[in-house]
């Protein structure tokens, strides 16, 4: 944690952003596919133990992000990067359709980053 003290504070906090949503995007639909035939309540509890490294990745990124971005910034920069590693999950891990809406939904929020960052865009 210590490199990161050091990072721009932007991108370290996309850094661990990445990492968290690796383990989120597990957590919310590994189970599908790895657990379809468990109970609910195992699904539930293998999630929770996967979701707990999820936040040790996402409180120290939204804690430094914060320190340079404000709240809105941080979830429409969260909400990028979980659309980045939902798409790919669901067509490579899950065997999910690749569809254009994925593109429109990746449109709509590329005019979410505009309208959240413009007054450091001038």
Same mark, same amino acid.
Not at 38 to 43: G, L, N
Not at 85 to 96: A, Q
Not at 104 to 114: I, K, P
């Given at each position: 944690?210590?490199?990161?003290?050091?990072?721009?504070?932007?991108?370290? @906090?996309? !850094?661990?952003? &990445?990492?968290?949503?690796? #383990?989120?995007?597990? %957590?919310?639909?590994?189970?599908?596919? /790895? +657990? *379809?035939?468990?109970?609910?309540?195992?699904?539930?509890?293998? @999630?929770? !133990?996967?979701? &707990?490294?999820?936040?040790? #990745?996402?409180?120290? %990124?939204?804690?430094?992000?914060?320190? /340079? +971005? *404000?709240?809105?910034?941080?979830?429409?920069?969260?909400?990028?990067?979980?659309?980045?590693?939902?798409?790919?999950?669901?067509?490579?891990?899950?065997?999910?359709?690749?569809?254009?809406?994925? +593109?429109?939904?990746?449109?709509?929020?590329?005019?979410?980053?505009?309208?959240?960052?413009?007054?450091?865009?001038?």
């Amino acid at each position: 944690m210590r490199a990161l003290a050091k990072m721009n504070p932007i991108l370290a @906090s996309i !850094g661990l952003l &990445l990492c968290s949503n690796v #383990f989120m995007t597990f %957590a919310w639909y590994a189970h599908l596919r /790895e +657990l *379809n035939n468990k109970p609910w309540v195992i699904a539930a509890l293998v @999630s929770w !133990g996967i979701a &707990l490294l999820e936040y040790l #990745f996402q409180v120290p %990124a939204n804690r430094i992000g914060y320190t /340079e +971005l *404000n709240v809105g910034q941080l979830k429409v920069m969260q909400e990028v990067i979980t659309l980045s590693i939902f798409v790919p999950f669901s067509v490579m891990y899950l065997k999910e359709p690749l569809k254009l809406d994925y +593109l429109w939904a990746g449109l709509c929020l590329v005019g979410a980053v505009y309208f959240m960052f413009r007054d450091r865009l001038v």
